[in-house]
């Protein structure tokens, strides 16, 4: 790490006073909110000194004046993009799950009252947005942070940023809020087939090749995944016809387990790829599945709850 | 939301094209036509650009344009260097960074030059119009700078904050204003051609030269009496003292400068004024005659003309005093009165007629009195369009067309007077004014512009003579309106029919003028004037700025309670439902973070049934306030309920 970079890693603890996570909502107090001129501030000064040099030069009284009220203006503008950011209202929002690999999203609620603002939210290296926050209004910044590795992860330290309204200074605060995103493992790219259904209480077993079953249409009802949703079907109808979703055989009855033991791969992360892609193949063909895992035991069920919970139980295997 | 980017949009693009015109306007007038036509062009291109969404010309193009630019530019004015060809060099600067412009930075770029063109406007003007149309280009340049930075707002809005902004600058702007130590400019040499457009007398005068000047309602200058004004036929301001002539244009002679006064003064009383000189390009100042007390840096000639150190280039502030009815030059030279006697060839008649006096009248004095018994005989016609004369110019004045204006008046009669013996010369200046009744300043104008003679009598010393108080005393006595024959061209505003011009001229002139003396005139010494004034011992650079650390340091604090207080700010009704809440807190019944008010009513209601109807009541009345539709009386019943609330 550079010196730089270190040393404005020391000021933002120092300047956040208390240890991260902190309690939200957090409110931006003046004596945690920064100001310091932008290089355009700063052309604004040189400019100004030029102006007023000028003026003595060719004594020009009303240039006094011009070249005074700008530096005015320069001050004013200090207050103004100062007052954007102290009083304003951060709270924790939406953080959905994302796979290994993918960005997470996480939500901040940014509330101010007063007139209109422009914040940008940034994460060092990761994520730079803008918002535009009306008087009195809440609103929504979405913050990208890749997601490397499955399990918590926590929001970096955010700093909130804005040079509204005239550019000449910038003012900047941290936050960080305790936020989490749980990330799934990245689903194999390449795993073997679903395994076997088991035969539940009667001892019916017959191989079943999954979505090749096809059992039947009905009518789609908003909670039906989309994978299920008759595409084809709904192509050579005309538009206004309703939507149908496939029905398959195995959805009916029959239990698959996905397995810990199945999973051919010897190292922890790769297993947890193939069980990942498993269950997300198991859901898009609707079945009804549990999942054993050496900790423990998710009793079959099936639907969108039931493959996050796994999910969920994939990502936390063995974290901390 | 939107990732940032900082690329322009149209609406940028035209508020960056607004500000651009705003600021080249005011200049236009003042720059060579090519120039204004080509900023003119580069700002409709642009226009025609955003509006078809055609991308900006490539950066190496404008590159090559620059070079023909700067060329045409040398061309123009001969060199790089100076106040012209720098604004010209910042026009061509800003109409190329306009079609430039794409990203947030270029837009910076052409709001700092609008800056930059908007002070250099103010060499041309300074006037209260500018500064209005000043005030309102700021206004648009900073409304342009806050669209750099928010793409998405109204117009209305971005001049309505950056009008805000300005306004909340003006305290500040006052402070430093008054108290930022002043250094009297300029810090180095001005480019000559500075101040090249100034109107005011000239150091020759030939027939019709000072006629010109007088049609202009220009102000010359601006005087202040300690006490009462002298009477208006004492008011002879002294101007260049022209001794020699060619036949048609008198010119001054070369005198010698110092600053002690070269005459005596008689025991008359005394007059004490403050003169504010507009800048005129010449060095000399005018006073009343003789100066007895001469101002601080001038010097005084041996023609008795008060002289500056260099030419008065911008409106200057002096302080003199003058004793009317003096009498100097007993002692003059011998030199002098040689040329104030020589003569060129020409103009036999006046020259016979002087010299019948000179054969009957015994001393100068006589003969004195002999020319102005002739001045008042001849019929003369005070006109401002006399007709041209020819190559015996005092003959054809005095004997043909006996047409003319003060200075073939004065030119004719100094010429008799050389012709019979008599040392003579032309002296140019101002006579008279016009109390303003407004600000009690008396104001001369071009349009006071005079030429009268001066007469050398032996043991008296020059004799003021004013040939053309001789034929048309109302013009010393009232104005040049009464001397003048009516339906003869006469400047506007001495035109007897125009009075109520002349009253809202005359509010508007005290308008200026103060203007002048505290905006454009407040210079070091009227600061520390204006500071000592205000009580402030010994006013310096270090008690100013120790002043003006302390008053900024009060405005930002005004100002920043103003920014921080305005964040904590609950609305009306949410004050009065915490009022009731902590009242509720104080019996007992606190109000849990996660309830909402019509839950905490119920809860309180199901405690203390007693209240349980206002409680539900004030709660709904504040549910409505706060998040649905109230009407306008709901605000004042929840107020009253809220006073009326003791649980």
């Known amino acids: 790490m550079s010196l730089a970079a270190t040393l404005h890693e020391r000021f933002a603890n120092w300047a956040l006073r208390t240890r991260p996570p902190e309690p939200t909502p957090i409110v931006l107090r003046q004596r945690r909110v920064y100001v310091l001129p932008t290089r355009a501030g700063l052309a604004f000064a040189v400019a100004l000194l030029v102006m007023l040099i000028a003026s003595i030069n060719y004594n020009l009284g009303l240039g006094h004046a011009l070249v005074f009220l700008l530096a005015g203006l320069g001050v004013v503008a200090i207050l103004h993009t100062f007052r954007n950011l102290v009083g304003m209202t951060v709270d924790t929002g939406r953080a959905d799950p994302v796979f290994a690999g993918e960005t997470a999203h996480f939500g901040l609620l940014l509330h101010a009252v007063g007139d209109r603002r422009r914040i940008r939210v940034i994460v060092p290296d990761c994520s730079r947005t803008e918002v535009d926050i009306e008087a009195g209004a809440t609103v929504e910044a979405r913050v990208g942070v890749p997601a490397l590795r499955r399990g918590w992860l926590a929001l970096p330290r955010v700093t909130l940023e804005t040079s509204y309204p005239l550019g000449l200074v910038r003012s900047w605060s941290y936050v960080a809020p305790g936020m989490r995103c749980l990330v799934y493992p990245q689903p194999a790219a390449e795993a073997p087939p679903l395994p076997a ?20 249409l009905r009518g789609h009802q908003p909670a039906d995944s989309p994978c299920h949703v008759a595409w084809k079907t709904a192509a050579r109808l005309d538009a206004s016809a309703p939507l149908m979703t496939k029905q398959f055989a195995g959805a009916h009855g029959e239990i698959l387990w996905i397995d810990w033991d199945a999973a051919p791969a010897d ?54 | 939301m939107k990732p940032v980017s900082s690329a322009l949009d149209p609406v940028q693009c035209w508020w960056l094209l607004g500000c651009g015109a705003v600021a080249l306007a005011p200049l236009a007038p003042h720059l060579p036509f090519w120039l204004s036509a080509a900023a003119a062009a580069a700002l409709a291109l642009r226009a025609w650009l955003i509006h078809s969404h055609q991308p900006a010309p490539s950066r190496w193009v404008l590159s090559l344009t620059v070079v023909p630019a700067v060329v045409a530019v040398v061309t123009q004015y001969r060199t790089l260097f100076g106040q012209n060809p720098g604004v010209a060099l910042l026009v061509i600067l800003l109409a190329l960074k306009q079609l430039e412009s794409g990203d947030r930075r270029d837009a910076f770029v052409v709001v700092l030059l609008c800056y930059f063109l908007l002070l ?43 009008g805000l902004m300005l306004v909340q600058a003006i305290p500040l702007l006052l402070i430093l204003f008054l108290l930022f130590p002043r250094v ?44 009462k004004p002298p009477p208006r036929n004492a008011l002879y301001w002294r101007g260049p003292v022209l001794t020699l002539y060619d036949g048609t244009t008198w010119r001054a002679a070369r005198f010698r400068v110092s600053q002690q006064l070269p005459y005596g003064q008689p025991d008359s009383r005394e007059f004490a004024y403050e003169v504010t000189l507009e800048p005129h390009n010449k060095p000399w100042l005018f006073a009343l005659e003789f100066p007895d007390r001469i101002p601080a840096g001038a010097v005084i000639a041996s023609d008795y003309q008060l002289l500056s150190a260099g030419p008065v280039v911008q409106r200057m502030r002096y302080d003199v005093a003058s004793r009317t009815g003096g009498v100097p030059g007993a002692d003059e ?34 003969i004195l009195a002999e020319a102005l018994a002739f001045f008042r005989r001849q019929r003369f016609t005070y006109t401002l369009d006399p007709p041209a004369l020819g190559k015996d110019a005092v003959d054809e004045f005095l004997f043909d067309t006996r047409q003319g204006f003060c200075e073939h008046f004065a030119g004719a009669f100094v010429f008799v007077m050389r012709a019979a013996g008599v040392p003579a010369r032309v002296v140019t200046g101002y006579q008279g004014g016009e109390i303003n009744p407004i600000d009690g300043y008396l104001e001369v104008r071009q349009s006071d512009a005079h030429a009268w003679a001066e007469v050398w009598l032996a043991g008296r010393g020059w004799v ?23 339906g003869d061209r006469l400047p506007l505003l001495m035109r007897p029919d125009w009075s109520w011009l002349r009253g809202m001229r005359q509010r508007w002139d005290a308008l200026a003028n103060g203007w002048n003396q505290w905006v454009l005139g407040y210079t070091p010494q009227r600061q520390r004037d204006f500071l000592a004034g205000l009580g402030m011992k010994s006013p310096d650079w270090r008690s100013m700025t120790a002043a003006l650390t302390a008053l900024c340091a009060a405005v930002l604090l005004v100002l920043t309670g103003w920014a921080l207080h305005r964040r904590h700010r609950l609305d009306a009704a949410q004050t009065l439902w915490l009022r009731a809440a902590a009242r509720l807190a104080r019996r007992g019944l606190p109000r849990h973070p996660w309830e909402g008010c019509r839950d905490y009513a119920e809860r309180v209601a199901g405690d203390r049934p007693e209240i349980a109807a206002s409680i539900r009541e004030i709660a709904a009345l504040y549910a409505r306030l706060r998040y649905g539709r109230a009407d306008a009386g709901a605000l004042d019943d929840l107020r009253s309920r809220v006073a009326a609330f003791r649980p």
């Open chain 2, 333 to 366: 030279s011998w030199s002098v009165l040689r040329l104030a006697t020589s003569l060129p060839p020409g103009n036999p008649r006046a020259v016979g007629l002087a010299h019948t006096w000179r054969r009957h009248g015994e001393s100068d004095a006589a």
């Open chain 2, 464 to 486: 003021r003579i004013d040939p053309t108080a001789q034929s048309f005393p109302q013009r010393i006595e009232q104005n040049l309106a009464a001397a003048i024959p009516a």
């Open chain 1, 197 to 216: 259904v088991a035969g539940d209480a009667g001892g019916r077993r017959f191989n079943h090749r999954g979505s090749e079953d096809f059992a039947g």
């Open chain 2, 184 to 227: 009297s400019g300029p810090l180095w040499g001005l480019p000559r051609d500075a101040f090249s457009a100034q109107s005011g007398l000239s150091d020759t005068m030939s027939p019709g030269s000072i006629g010109s000047l007088v049609l202009s309602d220009a102000m010359a200058f601006r005087v202040r009496f300690a006490g």
């Open chain 2, 120 to 162: 250099s406007s103010l060499f041309y003007s300074q006037s209260i119009p500018s500064a209005l149309g000043l005030t309102a280009a700021v206004t648009i340049t900073t409304a342009a700078l806050a669209a750099v930075g928010d793409s998405g707002q109204r117009p209305a809005r971005l001049l309505r904050l950056a």
């Open chain 1, 267 to 320: 190292d922890v992360e790769t297993r947890l790829s193939i069980l990942a892609r498993w269950l997300l193949d198991a859901a898009a063909q609707g079945q009804t599945w549990g999942l054993r895992l050496p900790r423990g035991t998710l009793p079959p069920a099936s639907g969108d709850p039931h493959l996050h919970a796994c999910l969920k139980a994939l990502a936390l295997h063995e974290a901390g």
